[in-house]
């Protein structure tokens, strides 16, 4: 059962700009907070940013300033708008839910690659 699509990803300069999506089903956008995170090759999964139902975001320190989370209620999507990137950006990046430390099946993921 597939719970996240996640999509945008591709490969830009640095200083480049990129927009992901993170579609999933009603249920779990309306009802959860949803984040974004990545994970670059050798390193663990990350946090990047969150949206909660309400639309106040998160951001981890490394991105602030530079990306900005949203959510469209329309379309249960969720986007991660990318700015001003390096090649430290560069990961596989995916959208999930945590409750309570549970996150759900993680999806395939969108690869971002920014090349200097």
């Known amino acids: 059962q597939v719970q996240f699509v996640e999509s945008g990803g591709g490969s830009v300069q640095a200083g480049g700009s990129l927009r992901l999506s993170c579609a999933t089903s009603r249920s779990t956008f309306s009802q959860n907070t949803i984040g974004w995170y990545r994970q670059a090759p050798g390193k663990q999964r990350e946090l990047v940013a969150t949206i909660r139902v309400g639309g106040n975001p998160f951001y981890a320190d490394f991105v602030k300033g530079r990306f900005t989370v949203s959510r469209d209620n329309a379309k249960n999507t969720v986007y991660l708008q990318m700015s001003s990137l390096t090649p430290e950006d560069t990961a596989l990046y995916y959208c999930?839910?945590?409750?309570?430390?549970?996150?759900?099946?993680w999806g395939q993921g969108t690869q971002v690659t920014v090349s200097s």
């Open positions: 999930n839910i945590n409750v309570n430390g549970i996150f759900r099946p």
